[in-house]
């Protein structure tokens, strides 16, 4: 069974992109309208990709309520960046953790895996990296 990446990106160059690196080994969803995304009303992912820059919103307001949610709290979040300031940014907001624009496709794959094993890590502290 594929873990599953709730992503808001409203750029269609970078959905693209994250499409093409993605498809195949997890299953995607893209959600453009943050409101929606804070409602909860939705499959549960195993991970959110969240782009810094969310309409209508802040990623730290974003990010606060998806960690303030009891059913959600525990998906980690994967914030991509392209802002210069991505340093303030990483000390300010929950994420679980953050990816510099412009990323290649190993780099984005190995935090999307480090973030979901350090999750299932800490939900199971008696699961190894090998899943054992």
Do not use: W
């Amino acid at each position: 069974m594929k873990r599953k990446i709730l992503i808001t990106e409203n750029n269609a160059d970078s959905k693209f992109l994250l499409f093409s690196l993605l498809k195949g080994l997890y299953d995607i969803s893209f959600e453009n309208d943050v409101g929606y995304l804070l409602t909860g009303n939705f499959e549960k992912p195993d991970l959110f990709i969240l782009n810094s820059y969310v309409s209508e919103s802040s990623i730290l307001a974003v990010c606060k309520q998806l960690k303030a949610n009891a059913r959600l709290k525990d998906v980690p979040i994967l914030i991509i960046s392209g802002s210069a300031d991505i340093e303030h940014m990483m000390k300010a907001c929950p994420g679980d953790d953050f990816i510099r624009k412009p990323f290649g496709k190993s780099t984005l794959l190995a935090k999307i895996a480090t973030v979901i094993q350090r999750k299932a890590t800490s939900l199971n502290p008696g699961i190894n990296s090998t899943g054992t």
